[in-house]
Each structure stands twice: as C-alpha cells, then as structure tokens.
Nanobody
Framework: EVQLVESGGGLVQPGGSLRLSCATSGFIFSNRPMHWVRQAPGKGLEWVSTISSGGTTWYADSVKGRFTISRSNAKNTLYLQLNSVKTEDTAMYYC????????RGQGTQVTVSS
C-alpha cells in the first residue's frame, strides 16, 4: 500500500521558517521524481517544487529563492524547507508521487500570520 504522510506544518510569522517532511512507503522512492504542491483556501492545486530521482530541482517562480526541496533516499523521505515565508504561502501542503498530483498525502497546514 502506497503511503505519503506529510508533517511539519503550523503557524509561523511572516519572514519565518518551517521544514515540512513527507514520509513515504509502499513504492520505490529512490526511483521516482517527487513533488510538493499546495492549495490555498478557495483556490486550486498549485505546483510548488519537484525533485528528480537524481536530485535536480525545479521551483515555481513564487517560491524560488525562498523554498528548498530535498530528499533522503535512505529514509524514503521528502522535505521542503520554507524560508522567508509570506502570508500568501498560507495553504495546505501536499507531497505527491505522480505528475498529476493525484497520488498525494493528507497534507500539512501552513499558516503564515502575525
């Protein structure tokens, strides 16, 4: 059974930092590109970042220079470091194992507010 479990979200002030994690099981993590997507209240799913199996990374323009995606193939875990967060980063964050983002976890809420 494929499982993706996000954690690390919470309430953070503008300019602050958070580290999200996504623990995975049930598939060969090291072979797959992995993605972070997010959904703000009342909006659709938005792609945030992708990391290839070899570690190449891509970012949405809205987060480039502030967020860092990484992975530990030894731990089957995906990460997203959020720095210099803004109120517009408030959203439910999901990790996904497919390019349509259909196979994703339950999400972890990030709220940026003073």
């Amino acid at each position: 059974e494929v499982q993706l479990v996000e954690s690390g979200g919470g309430l953070v002030q503008p300019g602050g930092s958070l580290r999200l994690s996504c623990a995975t099981s049930g598939f060969i993590f090291s072979n797959r590109p992995m993605h972070w997507v997010r959904q703000a209240p009342g909006k659709g799913l938005e792609w945030v970042s992708t990391i290839s199996s070899g570690g190449t990374t891509w970012y949405a323009d809205s987060v480039k220079g502030r967020f860092t995606i990484s992975r530990s193939n030894a731990k089957n875990t995906l990460y997203l470091q959020l720095n210099s967060v803004k109120t517009e980063d408030t959203a439910m964050y999901y990790c996904a194992k497919d390019s349509r983002y259909a196979e994703r976890g339950q999400g972890t809420q990030v709220t940026v507010s003073s």
